[in-house]
């Protein structure tokens, strides 16, 4: 299959057509018989573009580890939904266990395609002796890669890459750009893996993204893997929660008092701006006193061990000196005060 786009030597002009390709790739799972045969050319060219580093933007200054991720060239994030999209849509027969070991496989010693394929995207992620931004390429092909097969929730490598991925958790160079990647895996896309596009979809991969990390999201050794907790946590059903609470509330409050950049940024949370007065405006106290009657509402049992000392930490608002607030906080103390 001689697709322009995706040949090594393609020109500027000719990656302009990958939009039009990606457009029919991001419903792979609705013309899956009509792209089969052309899958075992396909797929290596599109992992070749996807890792191709000239095609970063001339604007962008070089990934650091102390930056998020530099805006992949409009030619990649179309090679990389497509990967996902491909990913997700393959019967789960023997060429889709072989790309899916190319992806996972941290070692050079065996390549999965005869040299068909570049080198195996984990090896690349993990070998120091590349460069940054080539590993940080490969990096975005993992976790396109993770995404699709999360949501289809593929029984054996969805296993292997959360492990993956939160080793690199503790990588100086990799730890934000893998914590930043998380929100990719986790977030609903528009335009690919939707059930308008044809993608498998569990119906539980939330439920088995939660019981897969939530026994590692327990050992909070950093501030990137606190991030992740508030993000896996975000992206739960609260009926898969709620028999955690207790486990996970000590978690969420530490990785939300997160000030310093760029970690609040990458969590991307008002809430986790510093302010630079010394009181909260009215507003604010407002909203922590609308919270307040929000938990009201939650179960007696979880909510009621705590009924005296919220009550007792609202006599300050009260006494709050603008009236808006003293009139909430007293609707507050009543909804307390009948638990």
């Not at 390709?21 to 799972?29: E, F, I, K, T, W």
């Not at 570049?118 to 931004?133: C, E, F, H, K, N």
């Not at 539980?204 to 606190?226: D, I, W, Y």
């Not at 486990?247 to 701006?273: C, M, Q, R, S, T």
């Amino acid at each position: 299959m001689e697709v322009s786009p995706l040949q090594p030597q393609a020109t500027a002009v000719s990656l302009q057509l990958m939009p039009l390709l990606g457009a029919v790739l991001y419903s792979a799972g609705a013309a899956l018989a009509t792209i089969a045969p052309a899958l075992p050319t396909l797929l290596p060219l599109l992992f070749e573009l996807a890792q191709r580093p000239l095609l970063l933007p001339p604007h962008t200054a070089v990934a650091t580890p102390l930056t998020a991720s530099p805006p992949p060239h409009p030619a990649t994030t179309c090679a990389l939904k497509s990967i996902a999209a491909l990913l997700n849509a393959m019967p789960d027969d023997a060429l889709l266990h072989q790309y899916l070991s190319h992806v996972v496989t941290s070692t050079t010693s065996s390549s999965s395609d005869g040299g068909n394929l570049p080198p195996p995207v984990a090896s690349v992620v993990v070998d120091a002796g590349y460069p940054l931004p080539r590993r940080l390429a490969a990096l975005q092909v993992y976790l396109h890669a993770t995404k699709a097969i999360v949501l289809r929730a593929h029984a054996t490598t969805v296993p292997v890459v959360f492990t993956f991925l939160w080793s690199l958790l503790s990588s100086e160079e990799l730890k934000l750009h893998v914590a930043h990647g998380f929100e990719l895996v986790l977030d609903d896309w528009t335009d690919v893996l939707t059930a308008a596009s044809h993608a498998l979809i569990s119906p539980v991969h939330r439920q088995r993204t939660f019981s897969l990390l939530f026994p590692l999201l327990t050992t909070k050794e950093n501030m990137e893997k606190r991030v992740v907790t508030l993000l896996v946590v975000a992206h739960t059903p609260h009926a898969i929660l709620l028999p955690h609470v207790l486990d996970i509330v000590p978690l969420v409050v530490d990785a939300l008092n997160l000030k310093e950049p760029p970690y609040a940024a990458l969590l991307g949370h008002p809430a986790l701006v510093t302010f630079e007065v010394r009181f909260h405006a009215v507003k604010d106290r407002l909203r922590a006193l609308g919270c307040l009657a929000s938990l009201a509402k939650i179960k007696y049992e979880l909510i009621h061990p705590h009924k005296e000392r919220v009550i007792k930490g609202l006599l300050a608002a009260l006494d709050d000196r603008k009236r808006t607030v003293r009139q909430a906080a007293v609707k507050v103390r009543n909804q307390w005060s009948i638990l």
